[in-house]
């Protein structure tokens, strides 16, 4: 089994950055991607950023785009979102994901592709 377990998520003022990270841990953990998603209160998830373990080619939300950073550590099983000029909008749960078999970053923004999912980290920004 794949245990995915988010952290870093809190409260900041707008303006603002937080780093989430998400450990992925298992007796036999293998993936080709990660991805990062959102889901804001009354409001449905949504994709936020999506990284490939080999390569580091990423993509990112367009309502992210220039603010939020994916990155990875593959010694370390670890994938990071850094997000700089926090709005009151990215108020949201956030949810670290990984997908097994796909490296087709058009698919990537899809949470049907993603076959584990962390518990998520709340985001709170302030205005």
């Known amino acids: 089994q794949v245990q995915l377990v988010e952290s870093g998520g809190g409260l900041v003022q707008a303006g603002g950055s937080l780093r989430l990270s998400c450990a992925a841990s298992g007796r036999t953990f293998s993936s080709t991607a990660m991805g990062w998603f959102r889901q804001a209160p009354g409001k449905e998830r949504e994709f936020v950023a999506a990284i490939l373990w080999s390569g580091g080619i990423t993509r990112v939300a367009g309502s992210v785009k220039g603010r939020f950073t994916i990155s990875r550590d593959n010694a370390k099983n670890t994938v990071y979102l850094q997000m700089d000029s926090l709005k009151p909008e990215d108020t949201a749960v956030y949810y670290c994901?990984?997908?097994?078999?796909?490296?087709?970053?058009?698919?990537?923004?899809?949470?049907?592709?993603?076959?584990?999912w962390g518990q998520g980290t709340q985001v709170t920004v302030s205005s």
């Open positions: 994901a990984a997908e097994s078999t796909t490296t087709a970053l058009g698919r990537l923004s899809l949470e049907s592709e993603y076959d584990y």
